[in-house]
């Protein structure tokens, strides 16, 4: 066969199934980040029409049953779980190919029970059709393109089964990144490395814009920032009939009661049954907990108001439909995390070693040094400390002229959570043109912040960068200063974004901001 043609077939068997699955995984998952979000927006708008503040906010709900958020956040299940299923059926479809007789028997057979599993393990609180899809489209399809549309090339007998030093270099870095990782490695490589460039900067923003469309898909109750409750008596919802139903505390009514502490902790009374995640049933002095799910707990009343957080924690658990869901798409994102950094080393590696090596040699050698080049950078990440400055020190670095010093300032100013205010330097930074440097001003901002650096956060609140933004509505919580109850509450409202709405909405909490029904 003619070496290009035996390129193109190689190239071909390879694409064709890969394309395949992500192409179906992309499928599923705008489907059904689209059914979630129409869910969203018809709480959303009950909400509304109720009077309570919502997020996301009627901007942002305005587009929830439009095709590109669904299709853009449908690329984080399509570039995690769609990516992870697709390679390991891709590997295992060309393994397939390899056996012969008995052999292939007993791995066919080994392959299904393992594809059981998680479709066995999505459905085991209640069928989920959705979920279900990606475990048994995804891997059927591709393993099938993979193993019956092999190259028809002429390989090398030492060749043969050179193809899988890839795929055990991957497994082993993923293992290193599932044991070592942690949510601060994650933030570390996005404010050392992602931040630090445009193409990085991009990307970050466009996570941000879209993460929260999937992540609602498989949030249960307990982990959503506003859940909806239906209040009853019996077989009647509390109205104003029950107005003269008198509480023992404070001649308060029962109804007015529950509605305060609930709201306190972000439950939110609607009528419409089919939208609420929890049924509160008052029944003689007991406090009757109904999930969508159908769990039942039963808690006394005086019970629920020694520890209001603790006993509507105990009626939402067992909701969480979505535990494997979630548990395997984290370890897909690790995996695909692992593949990322391997094909970054990948190609650079390949080039080096074509000069040294040939054949089955080159691409262990190649392998071997993604290897250990990925474990390398993850052990760096980890190890990464802050830098450690006293107060002169941080002062001379604000009024440096070189970024990395002004940034390295900033760092060590949020790490010891000192007062801005100390230091007259930072003034200039706001408008500073490097987003890292009003990235970590906002940071920096959050420790024990004076009335004079307020004004600098509310500026912050409009950076034309999310990041900051958010990062900013973070340090307006943990200062907990009331002034900024009504800034945050008109950016809230006037907001495009999600996730920053997000963080506005987390600042007012941690200031003593409370639901009503008048907003």
């Not at 509505?473 to 709405?501: C, E, F, M, T």
């Amino acid at each position: 066969m003619p070496i290009r043609k035996e390129k193109f077939e190689r190239i071909k068997a390879a694409v064709l199934p890969i394309m395949a699955g992500l192409l179906i995984a992309q499928i599923i998952s705008t489907a059904q980040v689209y059914l979630s979000n129409l869910r969203v927006l018809q709480t959303g708008m009950a909400l509304n029409a109720a009077g309570y503040l919502t997020v996301p906010n009627e901007k942002v709900m305005a587009g929830l049953n439009g095709f590109g958020p669904a299709f853009f956040g449908g690329l984080f299940f399509t570039l995690t779980i769609g990516l992870f299923l697709t390679l390991a059926a891709f590997f295992c479809g060309r393994i397939a190919g390899q056996l012969k007789g008995t052999g292939r028997g007993i791995f066919m057979a080994a392959l299904v029970l393992l594809l059981l599993w998680p479709i066995v393990s999505v459905n085991l609180d209640g069928f989920s059709p959705m979920t279900t899809l990606y475990f048994l489209m995804v891997p059927t399809v591709v393993f099938g393109l993979s193993a019956l549309h092999r190259p028809q090339v002429q390989e090398e007998e030492g060749n043969r089964w050179g193809f899988l030093v890839h795929p055990v270099c991957l497994v082993l870095l993923g293992i290193i990144f599932y044991t070592q990782i942690e949510a601060k490695t994650y933030s570390r490589f996005r404010d050392e490395i992602m931040l630090s460039n445009r193409a990085g900067i991009g990307i970050t923003n466009f996570y941000y814009q879209y993460t929260l469309y999937p992540a609602e898909v498989f949030k249960s109750p307990e982990q959503r920032m506003i859940r909806t409750v239906r209040l009853t008596l019996g077989d009647r919802t509390l109205d104003q009939n029950l107005d003269q139903i008198q509480d023992q505390i404070q001649d308060k009514t029962l109804k007015d009661r529950l509605e305060k502490v609930l709201a306190r902790y972000d439950y939110l009374p609607l009528q419409n049954w089919r939208l609420v995640d929890l049924t509160l049933e008052i029944s003689d002095k007991d406090l009757v907990g109904k999930t969508r799910e159908g769990t039942v707990q039963l808690i006394p009343l005086t019970d629920f108001w020694e520890n209001p957080k603790k006993s509507l924690e105990k009626m939402l658990a067992g909701t969480d439909r979505h535990q494997f869901f979630r548990s395997f798409t984290f370890l897909s994102l690790i995996a695909v995390t692992g593949l990322f950094f391997y094909l970054l080393l990948y190609i650079p590696a390949h080039l080096l070693f074509l000069f040294f090596l040939q054949g089955a040699k080159r691409e262990m050698a190649a392998a071997l040094f993604c290897l250990l080049a990925g474990a390398g950078l993850i052990f760096a990440l980890k190890g990464l400390d802050r830098p450690v400055m006293d107060k002169e020190e941080i002062q001379q670095a604000l009024l440096s002229e070189e970024t990395e010093a002004r940034i390295d300032a900033l760092k060590a100013v949020a790490a010891k959570r000192l007062d801005l205010a100390d230091f007259p330097a930072h003034v200039r930074l706001e408008k500073s043109p490097v987003l890292l440097v009003r990235y970590w001003l906002a940071k920096a901002l959050g420790g024990r912040g004076s009335d004079a650096t307020l004004p600098v956060l509310l500026r912050l609140l409009d950076d034309p960068q999310p990041t900051v933004r958010y990062n900013a509505a973070a340090s307006l919580g943990k200062r907990k200063d009331r002034a900024a109850a009504d800034p945050i509450l008109n950016r809230l409202g006037n907001s495009n974004h999600w996730y920053v709405q997000l963080y506005l909405y987390k600042a007012l909490k941690r200031i003593g901001w409370r639901q009503s029904p008048l907003g």
